[in-house]
């Protein structure tokens, strides 16, 4: 049942697609994904709810209802893809596009064995174009042309980095293009967000994608169904579970759910890390910040958290620096 912010749930205000605020708070389903395979084992079908992982990103980074919707669905799709991640791999994507919303980047990780992690940040936070114009969503309108790039990163080697061009600027299609041309994966999505005025009501998505050796007419019929199936928001709105939203995009193809994922916000941001990042500012750069201020503040610019480093905290990293420089030459 509801785990968190039952309270918030009627904070419905005016709905950014002008619709009547729908009645989430009854009978509303906590975050969660599943994955399931379909058509006799050929289809691999992850799909879930992600409204309060979606709110959470809108809510730290005060995003206009447009950005959070493009970075809920982006968020969306990272967190449908991370249930195929192994514990100790992290998939980042991250869309570059000539429109007013420039970058939005979503990661997700593994933290435990059942539970996702997702984060996410937009560069721009306060776009907000009109209603459709010349049938492009507000979201298309405001990301423009532009690329997908994906890092998948492993416990050992090297990171597979993909980039393909934008389809449409919708995310869906755009993470379903990479998919395709990068990996060779073959798969459709459907990423729904529903944002208000003062909040994000619903999220959530499903995705579908070939395992090998699947008939390529399957690939044709899980596309009609993306295009027929109600709306990912409609179906939660109707209070749909993570394996309903699974049947409704595997269609009339048998359905085997096996997994079930908790799924929430999860940053990996460290004192540590924040560390090394302020060493990468160079030695000239520290000795600066030391000379200017008692404390130096560093932003996490996923989840927002604020950490302060000392002068003697930043004298120790200008000494592990010149130690590195010794070691070196
Ligand atoms: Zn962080």
């Known amino acids: 049942m509801d785990r968190q912010n039952v309270g918030n749930t009627h904070a419905c205000g005016a709905f950014a697609e002008g619709k009547p605020p729908p009645s ?3 009978g509303r389903v906590s975050d969660r994904i599943v994955v399931a395979t379909a058509a006799a084992g050929s289809v691999f079908i992850a799909a879930g709810i992600t409204t309060d992982l979606v709110r ?3 809510e730290r980074h005060e995003l206009a209802p447009t950005v959070g919707m493009a970075a809920g669905r982006l968020i969306t799709g990272a967190s449908l893809l991370g249930a195929r991640l192994k514990s100790g791999e992290r998939l980042s994507l991250q869309i570059a596009g000539e429109g007013q919303l420039r970058t939005l980047v979503a990661d997700v990780c593994r933290p435990k064995p059942q539970e996702i992690g997702a984060r996410a940040y937009a560069s721009v936070t306060d776009v907000d174009p009109p209603h459709h114009i010349n049938g492009k969503s507000r979201i298309a309108l405001a990301i423009g042309k532009g690329w997908l790039q994906a890092t998948r990163s492993y416990e050992v080697g090297q990171p597979y980095v993909g980039i393909t061009p934008l389809a449409s ?3 869906g299609d755009d993470i379903a293009q990479y998919l395709l041309q990068s990996e060779q994966i073959p ?3 459907a990423l729904g967000v529903l944002v208000s005025e003062d909040g994000v009501t619903i999220a959530g998505g499903a995705i579908a994608q070939l395992l090998p050796g699947a008939p390529e007419s ?3 019929a899980l596309n009609a169904r993306v295009h027929e199936m109600p709306s990912i ?7 749909a579970s993570p394996e309903a939203l699974a049947q409704n995009i595997a269609g009339v193809f048998d359905l085997h759910i096996q997994e079930s994922y908790d ?5 990996r941001c460290t004192i540590d890390k924040v560390a090394l990042a302020l060493m990468s500012l160079g030695r000239d750069e520290l000795a600066k910040l030391i000379s200017e201020q008692e404390l130096t503040e ?3 610019e996923f989840c927002k958290k604020q950490y302060l480093l000392s002068r003697e905290e930043l004298q120790a990293l200008i000494k592990q620096l010149d130690e590195r420089k010794n070691d070196s030459t």
Not at 233 to 239: K, Y
Not at 263 to 267: H, I, K, L, M
Request: with cysteine.
């Open 263 to 267: 799924v929430s916000f999860y940053c």
């Open 169 to 171: 600027g919708e995310i």
């Open 298 to 300: 560093a932003v996490c």
């Open 56 to 58: 959470q990103v809108r």
């Open 24 to 26: 989430v708070a009854k």
């Open 218 to 220: 399957t690939i044709g």
């Open 233 to 239: 928001t409609a179906l939660i709105e109707q209070g």
């Open 187 to 189: 798969s459709v999505i």
